[in-house]
């Protein structure tokens, strides 16, 4: 027997959606399970080969807010997928966030950003950036109240920061590990 959907409920539409499900499992017992749904989403790592460095956005993320009083987090530039291709979108964000014009993006992965709950897939990417690219100051979209603040990190360093268990955001521990993995000369002293 396979698992199903036996019902869907929603209790929040607005930003995300929040739903309980009734399934019934693969044994034949059924169960609720709780759904978040806000659609699809990318995150992107640009990096400087020459310089060695990596843009970077701190920002405050209420939930980390709530959980552990941390009045910004550091992460890669990221966002919801609106309309277009998630490279269009990568591209969209970086630029909102970092004032970075990407040319190039390397695709890492397609992943659940937190399969027990969200439906939330993240396109990942990797993107090399040069100093010219840069075209405004970032800081995010007009109007969202993002408040980012825009942060140039040695490769090593971060790297650094992947090693002792400090970068706390998964998609950017994600990309800093798959940097890691497929350019280790940027990471070479």
């Known amino acids: 027997m396979k698992a199903e959907i036996l019902s869907l409920r929603f209790i929040h539409e607005g930003w995300s959606k929040f739903g309980v499900a009734k399934v019934r499992l693969a044994d034949g017992s059924e169960a609720e399970r709780e759904i978040e749904d806000h659609g699809n989403s990318v995150g992107v790592l640009p990096y400087d080969p020459a310089r060695r460095v990596a843009a970077l ?13 941390e009045q910004s987090q550091m992460e890669v530039p990221a966002g919801i997928i609106d309309d277009g291709s998630p490279e269009e979108n990568a591209r969209r964000e970086v630029m909102e966030e ?41 800081g995010g979209a007009a109007g969202e109240h993002e408040n980012i603040k825009v942060v140039e990190k040695s490769l090593t360093d971060l790297a650094a920061m992947a090693d ?6 998964l998609k950017t521990l994600t990309l800093t590990l798959a940097l890691r993995a497929r350019h280790p000369d940027l990471f070479e002293k």
């Open 57 to 69: 956005v701190r920002e405050l993320r209420v939930p980390t807010l709530y959980a552990a009083g």
């Open 164 to 169: 002792r268990g400090e970068l706390t955001d």
């Open 98 to 138: 970092t004032g970075i014009r990407l040319q190039e993006l390397e695709h890492v992965g397609t992943t659940y950003s937190c399969a027990g709950i969200s439906t939330e897939q993240i396109h990942l990417f990797l993107a090399p950036y040069q100093a010219g690219d840069r075209q405004t100051k970032g």
